[in-house]
């Protein structure tokens, strides 16, 4: 089945429906596996202690949040490029996902920190890189509430996720540039030198898990998205025939 | 009265409901001091000295620039012409107004300003004092805010003539605010001292705002 | 209840837009303003409606409440409708109702007299640009004031829409009520004077 025989949205709603109900046990399974490994099979760190177990969750967060906008750019050139009825839905739907993603990042990168430097922000490149990457989602939703047209509201908000695209890397660039102007005393390096295998594998089933998490969250908000659309047109429908 | 409860409820509703609304400002605030250090530097210890400055500008400019949403809707879709066709002093109306636009815009970056200290490094007290100190001057804010309002109602292209307009009269509300926040750590001044006279400016806004809004919203009429 | 205005002048930038303009309108009678478009009619319902300030001439209302202005004991109907898109329809109703505070019909009942009782839940967002005109004129009914002025009553409104308006007016005026109506075309009731504006002084 391709993507052209799932731009209908009934053929999707009824695709996506029979799909959520594989997904959802194997999500849950692969996050108590990566779970049990993080908390109970990997060792501490010999600096960190136990606190370095945030990483499990601090660093699939940030890779979500990266890959999301990754997803939402393809989604964008399928609403400007392709025309593909669904692509706008895909991409309002998977906003709010990876703006929560970047949140859970610099909130477990924030807890992290405390223990670690002594404060619950610090200034670094990379933080600020995805800080700078959450303010944009947030300013992506709220253009998605500003116009009330739902396809208006996709091409503008596809241009924007494009633009955005383009900028983030010159962004990460910039800000990398911009820390070693203040270079601070010490360089943390997270993780160790070299990644052991034993925090390798837990790191890549929470990756893994994450991964899948983001798909059914995303399948659920489009099929959310698609029967809002289905409420403002009968609404509309009503209004005509009174 | 009834009808100011109806105009307070209504006005409440809509800044709800209508896109974004408060949050859009509250994003407005973090953005603004996420951009200072990154002008500035990161350097923790000069964050926190200039912390409470920071939170104060990043709201003040928050609470303006959401300002002309408080009259020109209205204005443009006829609100207002029925709203001075009222039985209700004008004066109350406008701010019953600016009270429903403080409690949903400006009180939102409040409660936020807490959280956005500890981007700055702040300590708690810090962040106590800012935070009392925003809660206190920020109504003044938007009283003031009121009159630039009035004033630009009927402008098409208000743009920034609005803020032009108004933060030259909150200068004072800026001054104190802060001074207080830096009493609060710092000293030597007691923080009683600049927080008295903020809350006395708060007062003060609160009964000229309204007259002087309505005063321009009347003699703005063709 | 009489309603009287004499050398009324109106100077809009630097345009005279009238000049010794006079009438008078008692409780039960309807004043249809004629005139091109710019001859002021808009311009005088305002002034009355005190949203334009008059350069001279004075305005009175004999036989009403003498603590309350012109403007309070008017109810203005302009070209916007003064609906907010993201309330319902009954949100709106019921808002203008309790803010103009003058008592009139439930609003309920003014919806189903204008034919919207049944979108009474729906955002005012989603109405038609003849619906949105039956809800201002649903407004009229659910905040009752002695004076209606009403700006091109009939733009937007479809034949059936307009005979359930002189309806509703005809009904305003044996109640007592007067009506200063701005229109380029008929209204459908008999007996109506006509204020005719445009001739350059």
């Known amino acids: 089945m391709g993507l052209i025989d799932l731009a209908n949205p009934s053929r999707f709603l009824a695709f996506s429906h029979r799909l959520l109900q594989a997904l959802v046990p194997v999500t849950a399974a692969l996050f108590a596996v990566g779970l049990y490994l993080a908390f109970f099979v990997a060792p501490d760190d010999y600096q960190q202690g136990a606190t370095v177990r945030i990483m499990f969750i601090h660093v699939p967060a940030a890779w979500l949040g990266m890959m999301c906008w990754t997803v939402m750019s393809i989604a964008a050139l399928g609403t400007l490029v392709w025309r593909h009825p669904l692509a706008d839905v895909a991409l309002k739907a998977a906003t709010p996902i990876g703006a929560a993603f970047t949140f859970i990042c610099l909130f477990a990168g924030s807890m992290w920190g405390r223990p670690m430097w002594g404060t619950y922000w610090v200034w670094d490149a990379r933080l600020t890189s995805v800080l700078i990457m959450f303010l944009m989602y947030l300013g992506l939703i709220a253009l998605w509430r500003a116009v009330d047209d739902p396809s208006r509201a996709g091409r503008a908000a596809a241009i924007l996720t494009l633009v955005g695209a383009v900028n983030l890397p010159i962004i990460k660039f910039s800000v990398d540039w911009w820390n070693t102007l203040h270079q601070p005393a010490s360089v943390i390096r997270l993780g160790g030198p070299t990644i052991h295998p034993t925090i390798l594998l837990p790191l890549l089933v929470m990756v893994l898990a994450f991964t899948l998490l983001f798909v059914t969250l995303h399948v659920s908000a489009m099929r959310n998205e698609i029967l809002r659309r289905r409420v403002r047109t009968l609404r509309l429908m009503q209004a005509e025939a009174a | ?222 | 209840m009489r309603l009287s205005a004499c050398d009324l002048v109106c100077v809009r930038g630097d345009r005279r837009v009238f000049a010794d303009l006079g009438f008078h309108l008692d409780a039960g009678e309807l004043l249809a303003i004629r005139g091109p478009n710019g001859a002021g009619k808009t311009s005088l319902l305002r002034s009355i409606a005190g949203l334009v300030r008059l350069a001279a001439g004075r305005i009175e209302l004999a036989g009403a409440d003498p603590e309350l202005t012109v403007a309070e004991q008017s109810h203005y109907l302009g070209h916007h409708d003064a609906l907010k898109p993201s309330l319902s329809v009954a949100e709106n109703l019921v808002f203008w109702a309790r803010y103009l505070g003058t008592g009139g019909m439930r609003p309920a009942e003014a919806l189903e007299t204008v034919g919207l009782a049944t979108l009474a839940a729906l955002p005012a967002g989603y109405l038609s640009a003849g619906q949105r005109r039956r809800l201002s004129v649903a407004r009229l009914l659910a905040a009752h004031r002695p004076i209606w002025l009403l700006d091109e009553p009939t733009s937007a409104l479809d034949a059936a829409a307009q005979a359930r308006l002189a309806d509703i007016m005809r009904r305003h005026l044996a109640g007592g009520g007067l009506i200063l109506a701005a229109t380029h075309g008929p209204l459908g009731l008999d007996g109506t004077r006509e204020l005719v504006l445009g001739d350059s002084p």
């Open chain 2, 1 to 222: 009265m009834e009808a100011l409860a109806a105009l307070l409820l209504r006005d409440m509703r809509l800044a709800v409901r209508v896109g974004g609304g408060a949050l859009v400002g509250v994003l407005f605030f973090l953005i603004v001091v996420t951009i200072v250090p990154l002008g500035v530097g990161p350097d923790l210890a000069l964050l926190a000295r200039i912390g409470p400055a920071i939170l104060w500008i990043g709201a003040l400019l928050a609470s303006l620039l959401a300002l002309d949403r408080l009259l020109a809707a209205d204005h443009d879709d006829g609100s207002l012409d029925l709203i001075l066709t009222g039985r209700a002093p004008l004066e109350l109306a406008v701010a019953v107004k600016a009270l429903a636009h403080w409690v949903t815009t400006s009180l939102p970056l409040v409660i936020a300003a807490p959280a956005l200290g500890l981007f700055l490094n702040l300590e708690p007290g810090a962040i106590g004092a800012v935070a009392l100190t925003l809660l206190v001057g920020t109504p003044a804010l938007t009283f003031i805010g009121l009159i630039g309002a009035a004033l630009a109602v009927a402008l098409r292209r208000g743009g920034l003539l609005l803020p032009v307009l108004v933060l030259p009269l909150t200068i004072p509300i800026l001054i104190f605010g802060v001074s207080a926040s830096n009493a609060a750590i710092v000293g030597p001044v007691p923080f009683g001292a600049p927080f008295a006279i903020l809350a006395a400016l708060t007062l003060m806004s609160l009964v000229i705002g309204p007259f002087a809004a309505a005063a321009a919203l009347r003699h703005g009429l063709e």
